[in-house]
């Protein structure tokens, strides 16, 4: 089955830096590719997605790239502010759309510093 | 906006017991899913269905049950419970792009 592998674990960064964090997918069937933030006591939110037609999805400070060949999607977070902190899981879904269950990486720890 | 409701915030149960972890979603999905999130190894999969009576299992099923009798209503269930069951239970309902919709969470803790 699909495994999903997500670094760093933790990151700290300062106020304004940008941050960047990295997965991996195992299964090349997989096709959809969401990230969740979830801050502290909350629920996970979806912030941003992109499917395996697209390269390259911008929103805002936040973009994601995702790299076909090499099986690996990154996430961009540029000017980041004390209200990015949170935790940020990556996931891949094996079969996209309406009946795809999604396999999650075991999350980062975005630490923004002022 | 999408609404996924679970029953409890907070629960304590003791060794032995059965327990229902209650899930509601109003936007009429045909998906719906059941993880537990503990520190470090982030959300695994349980059990989920796409469509009403059906129900599939998902990476840690052992222990659990699932119930979905009605298309918004998804109940996950712990036959005995037991002190290793302790965790964060997230139900969560998807779009049909396959973006999903969490639930507050039910925190549970088996002493």
């Known amino acids: 089955g699909e495994n999903v592998e997500q670094h760093p674990s933790t990151l700290s960064v300062q106020e304004g830096d940008s941050a960047v964090i990295k997965c991996t997918y195992s299964?090349?069937?997989?096709?959809?590719f969401p990230w969740y933030k979830q801050e502290l006591g909350k629920r996970p939110q979806l912030i941003i997605d992109?499917?395996?037609?697209?390269g390259e999805k911008k929103d805002q400070r936040i973009a994601v790239t995702l790299n076909k060949t090499a099986k690996h999607f990154s996430l961009h977070i540029t000017e980041t502010q004390p209200e990015d902190s949170a935790v940020y899981f990556c996931?891949?879904?094996?079969?996209?759309?309406?009946?795809?269950?999604?396999?999650f990486g075991k999350g980062t720890k975005l630490s923004v510093k002022p | 906006d999408v609404k996924v409701t679970q029953s409890s915030r907070y629960l304590v149960k003791r060794t032995g017991e059965k327990v229902f972890l209650e899930c509601v979603q109003d936007m009429d999905h045909e998906n719906m899913f059941w993880y537990r999130q503990d520190p470090g190894l982030g959300l695994r999969l349980i059990y989920f269905s796409y469509d009403v009576k059906m129900k599939e299992k998902g990476d840690i099923p052992e222990g659990y049950s699932v119930s979905r009798e009605k298309k918004e209503r998804f109940s996950l269930i712990l036959e005995s419970a037991s002190t290793n069951q302790t965790s964060m239970y997230l139900c969560a309902s998807s779009f049909p792009s396959g973006g999903y919709t969490f639930g507050s969470g039910t925190r549970l803790t088996v002493v």
């Open positions: 299964d090349s069937a997989s096709n959809y």
């Open positions: 992109i499917r395996s037609n697209v």
């Open positions: 996931a891949a879904s094996l079969y996209g759309g309406s009946q795809g269950n999604l396999i």
